[in-house]
């Protein structure tokens, strides 16, 4: 297989993942999450979901589910026929394996505990972690060998930063989620939420959020004055999401967390995600056509 269509494969399997974060939120927001009430069947004596709205919604989400199954496999074989091999990208396609067999069993553990806000919260950490290694697969798919790793500078540890407190802003996420409304249930009996003041830990998130998008901003100009433009052009994406982000955030608060707006915070949490990893990649390793002062390959 040439390098450029197996590029093409790491990518779907990059975008299926986002697309189940997305589909997984609708069912939460949708008060789905026990539509089916078994796993794997649908119930217990029926693999097919009933004709039903909540029924159908996590039906569906789960059959998706064999998408993202099918894109990931496809990543793994196209590693291994990829053509120069690298044994780097057969490692990382192998990670998606993991993480999605991973997904499979919280997701279960989720039902059996009838929503329970921890495995909630566990499941979309775990669903970032998988775009995280979507995209690391996609980065190094572009090049013809594994990236040289830049040597430590003032930008590298501005990005490191950036990229941990991305982390610190998407599990400060779930812990609102896990204490506010749309438990996944329309049974408010069903689904426990976390003992936390929503207000309290909402002010907690935005103040990471606002620490973050202030980090990065100065991260962009340590771009531009170190002659760093990919570095700067991608520090600035970052900063786009987050203030897109943020203005969604704000407008749900104070709307009353209407649902669709849920949703698209849901979207943007992924996308400005990928950026924020995207971002990290371009700083910690050397570009295409610049080999001087740089450290070992990356493994």
Same mark, same amino acid.
């Given at each position: ?6 590029? !093409?494969?790491? @990518?779907?399997? #990059?975008?299926? +993942?986002?697309?189940? *974060?997305?589909? /997984? &939120? =609708? $069912?939460? %927001?949708?008060?789905?999450g ?28 789960r ?18 026929r ?24 919280l ?17 979309f950490?775990?669903s ?14 572009k ?5 040289p !790793?830049?040597? @430590?500078?003032? #930008?590298v540890? +501005?990005?490191?930063? *950036?990229?941990? /407190? &991305? =982390? $610190?802003l %998407? ?20 689904a ?44 600035a ?12 955030g ?13 949703g ?25 056509? !610049? ?9």
């Amino acid at each position: 297989m040439d390098p450029d269509r197996y590029l !093409r494969w790491t @990518r779907g399997a #990059l975008w299926s +993942l986002t697309a189940i *974060v997305v589909s /997984g &939120g =609708a $069912v939460r %927001l949708t008060g789905s999450g026990l539509g089916c009430s078994d796993w794997p069947n649908c119930e217990e004596d029926r693999f097919v979901a009933d004709l039903e709205y909540h029924a159908l919604i996590e039906f569906v989400n789960r059959l998706f589910t064999g998408v993202v199954a099918a894109a990931v496999i496809l990543a793994v074989l196209g590693s291994r026929r990829r053509r120069p091999a690298r044994p780097d990208l057969v490692r990382w396609s192998w990670g998606l394996v993991a993480g999605v067999l991973g997904q499979i069993v919280l997701g279960a553990l989720l039902v059996r505990t009838e929503l329970d806000p921890r495995f909630t919260m566990g499941h979309f950490l775990l669903s970032m972690v998988l775009l995280w290694n979507a995209v690391v697969l996609i980065e190094r798919a572009k090049r013809d060998e594994p990236p040289p !790793r830049a040597e @430590r500078s003032g #930008l590298v540890d +501005l990005v490191r930063l *950036v990229s941990a /407190g &991305g =982390a $610190v802003l %998407l599990v400060s996420g779930t812990v609102v989620t896990g204490s506010g409304p749309h438990s996944g249930s329309d049974e408010p009996e069903v689904a426990a939420r976390l003992p936390l003041l929503v207000r309290e830990v909402t002010r907690i998130h935005s103040l990471i959020a606002i620490g973050l998008l202030l980090l990065v901003i100065v991260t962009v100009r340590r771009a531009m004055a170190d002659g760093r433009p990919e570095v700067a052009g991608r520090g600035a994406i970052v900063a786009g999401l987050l203030v897109v982000q943020g203005s969604v955030g704000y407008a749900q608060y104070f709307s009353g967390v209407p649902v669709l707006l849920v949703g698209v915070h849901i979207t943007l949490a992924s996308l400005a995600w990928i950026a924020i990893v995207r971002l990290h990649l371009a700083a910690a390793t050397v570009p295409v056509g !610049r080999v001087a002062g740089v450290a070992e390959p990356v493994p």
